[in-house]
């Protein structure tokens, strides 16, 4: 081997200023390159690696300090190190030794070529380069390279095979906002958040991407602020294939990336209340669809409607609704698990996407939580509120299999609840499939039926409790359908509801009653009343009807006290103050009212009091439990008490038995109507009924 020490040119600069500029280029170069450089001691001890150099050796960069450089020159080599090293160390100059090395980076040791510098006396640097002799040509290299990695727009890293960062260039540090030093060695995943670790794991940069090929990481940078990259990823393989580490070249994409998440976060989330929209609703539901598949758990789909929210936007105004919107969203939230999806389809309309469930007894706890949450008033805007909801509940993949499907069979059990009387939540079942698909028919065949005069009213006789006369009679509605026969109210109500048809027929059975009372006023007494249903949505929506009613009375000559409102208690929760301003109106035309199904549970006797009544009935439901011991007959008595001192009457409804004649005779109540007294009848049977027990 050729053991001239080679003097190489070293310029002609004044000493200070080369010494500042070699420094200058050193340090710049010091951690970049690809070279192994060290600063060794007068006594062969090594002062200084960069990264390069430390791996040359195989110690870890901060630990080289302990160990002399003449430990890792092969044996047999040694001598000619010293000599070289005894030159270098006295000598300014450049001096270059081709020699081996023990611990050559990665594989067999082999030639290297020395190069030092700057010896002092004190210390000098070495660098090592592959002893291939071709040092021109790596110089030039070496050069270029530096260039590249300084000058390059894009950050570059490398780690190696455990993830350690072994290399990155200034643009990558001013990325990151930290100093080379500070990430050298580090665990790259170190700069990263959750999400950018799952980013970068999902990525695998020990595969070999396509060319072109890029990925978007994210970083953290050291002051906090997030780093998103857009990364070309390349693995390095030794030559037996084992895996080195991986090379890669970054952009910075956090600012095109801020306005794509913008416009994301747009086209997915409700802008009022920050929820999913719509379309993400789909996608997560779909997705929940697919892990349930996977997990052999099923998922509740919750579609809630707020009840009478249009009125409370209608009198307290737009901002006064999106207030009332936005509370009614942290409030649903409030009532489901972190991970389950609560999202706004538009309007009043929410879903719960509740995933991952193994028991149905948790959606019935859920939904009943949601809706006594939205029971509870609302202070919008400094003005009290009072809202409810109406949810329907689908299982995937219990009651559909497909997307759309499951969506539609949501609603439709909403639709239920809506039907239900509302404050409520329905299942989806195939019975209400069915009803649903009946819904669509009748709707249609509904539209036909008052131009054909398919309705009918049959008459229930009231009768008084002391006399056994026939005061009155309860006007229940039937449609004799062409196909499917005489239909009870309960079979085509509920679609004449949804549909607004109610309002149309109410017209009709209120017209039909007068016409009919006024012939009983003649025939059975003076005094005879006729009452007519009103179910809460006909109740709310039948204001525009009220002049036509009045001038129809008075064609008839009829005093409007001949007809009693029956509005049932479920009225009562559209909020006060409505139910008020209807019941005004009602009076102002003279009609009396009957609060209908008392003590079912929502109106209180204190109801009684503020409100403009004239009758109560008392729900069947607890005529029936008259037969027992004879503990309910308290609350009858209670009742007829408070409805006594409130200047009301009161009639029991659905007495059966004698016996429960007896009982509500013996606790005062006024007036009583039951399949004892005769079941719904037409006209002309009532109307010989009432001859026949006319005192
Ligand atoms: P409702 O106001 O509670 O009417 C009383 C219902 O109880 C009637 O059923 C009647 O047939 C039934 N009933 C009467 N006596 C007895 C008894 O002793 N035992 C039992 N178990 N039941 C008895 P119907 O005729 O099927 O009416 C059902 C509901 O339909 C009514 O309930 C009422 O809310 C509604 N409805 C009836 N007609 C109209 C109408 O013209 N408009 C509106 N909106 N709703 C109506
Ligand atoms: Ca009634």
Request: negative net charge; aromatic residues 8%.
């Amino acid at each position: 081997m050729d053991m001239d020490v080679q003097q190489l040119d070293s310029g002609v600069s004044p000493e200070r200023l080369r010494h500042e500029q070699e420094q200058a280029h050193f340090n710049e170069l010091y951690l970049l390159a690809p070279t192994g450089y060290f600063v060794v001691a007068f006594d062969g001890r090594i002062l200084q690696a960069n990264v390069a150099g430390a791996r040359l050796i195989g110690v870890p960069r901060g630990a080289v300090g302990g160990h002399r450089f003449r430990d890792f020159v092969r044996r047999n080599w040694r001598e000619e190190f010293d000599a070289f090293f005894e030159s270098a160390i006295n000598s300014r100059a450049p001096r270059r030794k081709q020699l081996e090395m023990t611990c050559a980076d990665h594989g067999a040791p082999g030639p290297v070529l020395l190069a030092s510098a700057d010896g002092s006396g004190q210390a000098c640097r070495i660098v090592v380069e592959p002893g291939d002799g071709k040092l021109a040509a790596l110089e030039r290299s070496e050069e270029r390279f530096r260039r590249i990695v300084h000058c390059a727009d894009e950050g570059i890293w490398e780690i190696d095979a455990l993830g350690f960062i072994t290399f990155v260039n200034p643009k990558m540090a001013a990325l990151l906002g930290c100093e080379i030093e500070d990430l050298l060695e580090q665990p790259l995943v170190r700069f990263m958040d959750e999400e950018g670790r799952t980013r970068f794991e999902a990525h695998d940069v020990r595969r070999q991407h396509a060319r072109g090929e890029r990925v978007e990481l994210k970083f953290l940078r050291c002051d906090g602020a997030e780093l998103w990259t857009s990364a070309a990823t390349t693995p390095i393989f030794d030559v037996a294939g084992n895996y080195l580490g991986t090379l890669a070249l970054v952009t910075d994409i956090t600012r095109s990336r801020a306005s794509a998440e913008r416009i994301w976060h747009q086209a997915n989330f409700d802008e009022l209340t920050g929820l999913p929209n719509r379309h993400m609703f789909r996608d997560r539901l779909a997705q929940e669809m697919r892990k349930a598949d996977r997990g052999a758990t099923f998922v509740a789909l919750l579609f809630i409607d707020l009840d009478h929210f249009k009125e409370v936007n209608d009198r307290l105004g737009h901002a006064a609704g999106d207030t009332l919107l936005a509370e009614a969203a942290r409030r649903v939230k409030a009532c489901v698990r972190a991970t389950d999806t609560l999202a706004r389809l538009g309007g009043d309309e929410f879903t719960v996407i509740l995933a991952g469930l193994e028991r149905v007894g948790s959606v019935d706890r859920i939904a009943q939580a949601v809706v006594d949450a939205l029971a509870r008033p609302f202070d919008v805007l400094g003005e009290s509120a009072g809202i409810s909801a109406s949810v329907g509940i689908a299982l995937y993949p219990a009651d559909a299999r497909e997307l759309p499907e499951l969506i539609s069979h949501a609603d439709q059990a909403m639709y239920a609840s809506k039907n239900a009387g509302r404050n409520r939540f329905s299942y989806f079942t195939q019975d209400l499939q069915e009803a649903a698909l009946a819904r669509q028919v009748i709707a249609a065949d509904l539209r036909e039926a008052i131009a054909d005069q398919q309705f009918e009213l049959l008459y229930q006789p009231i009768v008084s409790l002391r006399t056994g006369a026939v005061h009155k009679a309860e006007a229940l509605l039937r449609w004799r359908h062409p196909t499917r026969g005489l239909l009870a109210p309960a079979e085509f109500i509920p679609f004449a509801e949804s549909s607004g048809m109610i309002v149309e027929i109410g017209d009709w059975v209120f017209r039909e009653a007068a016409r009919q009372v006024r012939r009983w006023q003649r025939s059975i007494g003076p005094d005879f009343q006729v009452s007519v249903n009103k179910s809460p949505v006909q109740f709310r929506r039948d204001g525009g009807q009220y002049q036509g009613w009045l001038d129809y009375l008075r064609e008839l000559q009829l005093p409007p006290q001949s007809l009693v409102v029956e509005i049932s208690e479920g009225a009562l929760q559209g909020g006060a103050d409505a139910l008020l301003g209807r019941l005004a109106q009602y009076r102002m035309l003279g009609l009396q009212v009957a609060l209908d199904h008392f003590g079912t549970g929502y109106a209180s006797l204190a109801y009684l009091k503020r409100y403009d009544i004239d009758f109560v009935k008392i729900d069947p439901s607890l005529a029936q439990t008259l037969d027992g011991e004879g503990g309910e007959l308290a609350l009858y008595e209670a009742i007829v008490a408070m409805a006594h001192k409130l200047g009301l009457k009161v009639v029991a409804e659905g007495v059966e038995t004698a016996a429960q004649r007896a009982l509500l005779v013996d606790a005062g109540c006024d007036y009583a109507q039951g399949y004892i007294f005769g079941h719904p009848m037409t006209a002309g049977e009532l109307e010989a009924l009432a001859l026949r027990q006319a005192p």
